[in-house]
């Protein structure tokens, strides 16, 4: 098949590079164009970028000159954006009106109420937003985006256990890795031996975002899942991986057992579509005590796999658990690549 040209946005920061790196060897999408701040502009990839991944240094695109955040200098139909979210608001819309389809790790556009919210494995229907947002807005292309990196474990617990149960509430502590902050990141004086309580503006996607996630698609809009959620982020001594701890109160009040079976049972939106990079299992419950565990755990079907584990009752909620999700992969570029691997399989792309 025809490769489809592409776009990366964001190219030289670390969620951009690992895009670069996911197209590379991708059999469906050609990366094209290397797009960053003004001061990049003009330089090779490899001038630009202070390459920060393992494996080949710039992914084999070193050479690559990078270009313009602008659909004149960078015009592909398909774009993924690493931008941050103020720039993306700016930047985003201008290739989604040139008629690329543009699917952004950026917060800018998540909540709004025609730009589809994707985990494809737990809401593959909501692509459907996509025409409803071009007759909005007139593009001739679009916005898709996923997830803040936190939401991602939760929903992926909370979904397959709403749909057999109906969830009602939901009390979140994340411990999040300092990846997710981004490079450099957090000082070493205060990530070393410590724990931050506050990542700002985190707590808010975490409470609104799953929600979207798992409402109904009716055609015109999202009609959000009627559940409660509280949620504590904290900043942790970890590389990669995101530990989530986990209460929830599920309708019929199921025991643990039923919980676990119901995880173990559910079947993902994507079944059968063959995505590249979609996990060889979406949701995997470790019975050990002591996993998952960031070191050993984050890493499985390339950050792709949701795992969870210490499910048991709880004496306020019903039911509590551990999830664990890769937060640079599963909560962003791979997320990215894969929301396009599904708009592909569909006819979007």
Request: glycine residues 10%.
């Amino acid at each position: 098949m025809n490769r489809i040209p592409v776009t990366v946005l964001g190219a030289t920061g670390v969620v951009g590079q690992r895009f670069v790196r996911h197209l590379a060897a991708h059999p469906a999408f050609e990366l094209r164009y290397v797009a960053a701040s003004e001061r990049s502009v003009g330089k090779s990839y490899a001038e630009a970028c202070d390459w920060r991944l393992p494996g080949e240094p710039y992914a084999g695109f070193g050479n690559l000159l990078v270009v313009a955040c602008d659909p004149s200098a960078s015009p592909a139909p398909l774009v993924f954006s690493a931008l941050d979210a103020g720039p993306a608001r700016e930047i985003e819309p201008l290739y989604a009106a040139a008629g690329s389809l543009v699917f952004s790790n950026a917060s800018a556009f998540r909540m709004e109420e025609d730009v589809p919210l994707l985990v494809p494995e737990l809401n593959a229907a909501h692509l459907g937003l996509l025409a409803v947002q071009r007759k909005r807005r007139g593009w001739k292309g679009g916005i898709v985006t996923n997830p803040n990196c936190t939401t991602v474990p939760i929903a992926g617990t909370l979904g397959p256990l709403h749909r057999a149960f109906g969830a009602e509430a939901a009390m979140v502590v994340s411990m999040q890795a300092l990846s997710g902050a981004g490079y450099p990141g957090v000082s070493s004086l205060d990530a070393v031996a410590n724990v931050i309580p506050l990542i700002k503006g985190e707590e808010e996607k975490v409470e609104t975002e799953s929600c979207k996630i798992l409402g109904i698609f009716d055609g015109e809009r999202i009609v959000r899942a009627p559940i409660a959620i509280s949620a504590q982020c904290n900043r942790v001594q970890v590389i990669d991986g995101h530990m989530i701890a986990l209460n929830y109160r599920l309708k019929g009040s199921p025991d643990p057992e039923a919980v676990i079976r119901a995880l173990e049972e559910f079947v993902p939106d994507t079944e059968g579509l063959e995505l590249r990079t979609a996990p060889r299992r979406f949701l995997q419950v470790r019975m050990e005590a002591d996993r998952p565990q960031p070191r050993r755990d984050a890493e499985e079907d390339g950050g792709m796999r949701i795992m969870v584990g210490r499910i048991r009752a709880c004496p306020l909620f019903g039911v509590k658990m551990i999830a664990l999700g890769h937060n640079t992969e599963r909560g962003a570029a791979g997320a990215s690549v894969l929301n396009a691997e599904l708009a592909l399989a569909k006819g979007y792309l």
